[in-house]
């Protein structure tokens, strides 16, 4: 019975949901088709003042030009935006691989202790990541002052 009255609650809260959603969606849709007329009409009201100052072709010619100025700045903004997204990606599925490779290799340890070889090929690898995260630490940097002889 509990069951039954939560699954009935759950469903009255979803459809209260889904209709508060396509309210909302219908009011933004035509607050969205409002402006757009509105800012049609403005560009309008823009090309008939610099028509009459300027004259029709230098009209059309400036807001020709003004506009395509502006579809390149967009696709400008939109594929510097895919590659930081892009970018951001990869780092997060390295994370992610990083995170199942550990899982994988410390749900193996158990598996690999219970023989003689196993620790072995335990007791290996992890010397080798210890000797390169030395290796890591130790190098030489490169001096990113600007300085050829350090300190002096």
């Not at 290996?124 to 630490?137: D, H, N, Q």
Request: proline share 3%; with cysteine.
């Amino acid at each position: 019975m509990l069951a039954s009255l939560l699954a009935s609650f759950a469903s009255g809260e979803a459809m209260v949901a889904a209709r508060h959603a396509r309210q909302t969606a219908i009011v933004y849709l035509l607050a969205a088709a409002a402006a757009l007329c509105g800012i049609g009409f403005l560009i309008g009201a823009g090309y008939i003042w610099t028509a009459r100052r300027y004259g029709p072709l230098e009209a059309s010619l400036g807001f020709g030009i003004g506009f395509l100025v502006l579809a390149g700045i967009i696709l400008i903004i939109y594929k510097l935006a895919v590659n930081r997204r892009r970018e951001r990606e990869i780092r997060q599925r390295n994370k992610e691989m990083a995170n199942i490779a550990i899982a994988a290799g410390l749900s193996a340890v158990p598996t690999l202790l219970s023989s003689k070889a196993g620790l072995g090929a335990i007791v290996a690898p992890a010397l080798a990541a210890v000797a390169y995260g030395i290796y890591r630490e130790n190098r030489a940097k490169p001096d990113v002052s600007g300085e050829e002889g350090g300190e002096g």
